[in-house]
T-cell receptor, first 115, second 112 residues
Framework: DAGVTQSPTHLIKTRGQQVTLRCSPK?????VSWYQQALGQGPQFIFQ???????QRGNFPDRFSGHQFPNYSSELNVNALLLGDSALYLC??????????????FGPGTRLLVL | QKEVEQNSGPLSVPEGAIASLNCTYS??????FFWYRQYSGKSPELIMS????GDKEDGRFTAQLNKASQYVSLLIRDSQPSDSATYLC????????????FGKGTKLSVKP
């Protein structure tokens, strides 16, 4: 049973560039959430995708956008990169059918460094 | 502003002792609570979920929930050096469609 996968594992970009991060959810899961984790902090919620639509969004600017595909995989796009965007980007997958707050399982993350 | 608070630590315990990790949350409507373990440089790994008041045990781990006090805790019995990690408390806000609000984590160090 494949877990959550993310690519790439590491990425170095310069200010102003754009980046796309990818995530494949755990088998049987239909919901993907994205989080940003700065050093020494807990993960911060960016947004959640379900049925190919953005369902919830955290306090992140429009430079952060995403997409979910019919196979439930997802992309996170960040435009006009700032130095402060350097962080570990985490994808978490879950199944929305349980009725309770669904349990989210995290992928290995993509570490982004903006120079 | 919905918040989750944890002592940042570090919390240091000797091998074989009980480690007690605490967490408080601000949203009284929260219904789902999670503990994740995160090793340095790695992603969070789910340890426990708890939804009802009381205790929930899984091996050496016990999660405790008190919704009236808005308090969640994690006990680790017979702590091992391999338990040394940052423990993240997470609260699901907004019901079944909600996102997770995380505390900053408590760094645990288990000394041999």
């Amino acid at each position: 049973d494949a877990g959550v996968t993310q690519s790439p594992t590491h990425l170095i970009k310069t200010r102003g560039q754009q980046v796309t991060l990818r995530c494949s959810p755990k088998s049987g899961h239909d919901t993907v959430s994205w989080y940003q984790q700065a050093l020494g902090q807990g993960p911060q919620f960016i947004f959640q995708y379900y049925e190919e639509e953005e369902r919830q969004r955290g306090n992140f600017p429009d430079r952060f956008s995403g997409h979910q595909f019919p196979n439930y995989s997802s992309e996170l796009n960040v435009n006009a990169l700032l130095l402060g965007d350097s962080a570990l980007y985490l994808c978490a997958s879950s199944f929305k059918g349980t009725g309770m707050g669904e349990t989210q399982y995290f992928g290995p993350g993509t570490r982004l460094l903006v120079l | 502003q919905k918040e989750v608070e944890q002592n940042s630590g570090p919390l240091s315990v000797p091998e074989g002792a009980i480690a007690s990790l605490n967490c408080t949350y601000s949203d009284r409507g929260s219904q789902s609570f999670f503990w994740y373990r995160q090793y340095s440089g790695k992603s969070p790994e789910l340890i426990m979920s708890i939804y009802s008041n009381g205790d929930k045990e899984d091996g050496r781990f016990t999660a405790q929930l008190n919704k009236a006090s808005q308090y969640v805790s994690l006990l680790i019995r017979d702590s091992q050096p391999s338990d040394s990690a940052t423990y993240l408390c997470a609260v699901n806000v907004g019901g079944s469609q909600g996102n997770l609000i995380f505390g900053k984590g408590t760094k645990l160090s288990v000394k041999p």
